[in-house]
């Protein structure tokens, strides 16, 4: 399992926006988190699964010992660097060294 640890410094993208960009916007997905609404923007756990490959999967959960911390694993290693790079990429999260 690999796992990377971020700070949330802006608001997160809505979870479907991950899922789009990790295997395209009509993928098969389960998903699963706190999400109140697809398109909200503040939770802070999820699980998103690519249901024709199941060993495609990113777990978001958050860090009981740090506010406003994350921490992402997944047992593969590219759709977790994917997932932190999008993230990054917008500007909502920093890595936690």
């Not at 999967?57 to 997932?83: A, F, H, M, V, W």
């Amino acid at each position: 399992m690999f796992s990377i640890k971020l700070e949330v410094v802006k608001l997160l993208p809505p979870y479907y926006e991950i899922s789009n960009h990790l295997w395209g916007e009509t993928a098969d997905i389960d998903s699963d988190g706190n999400s109140l609404t697809p398109d909200s923007n503040d939770w802070n756990e999820l699980t998103l699964i690519l249901r024709t490959d199941e060993s495609q999967r990113i777990d978001i959960d958050p860090i009981d010992e740090l506010d406003n911390g994350l921490l992402i694993c997944s047992t593969d290693k590219y759709l977790l660097n994917k997932t932190v790079l999008f993230l990054q990429k917008l500007g909502t999260v920093k890595i936690i060294v």
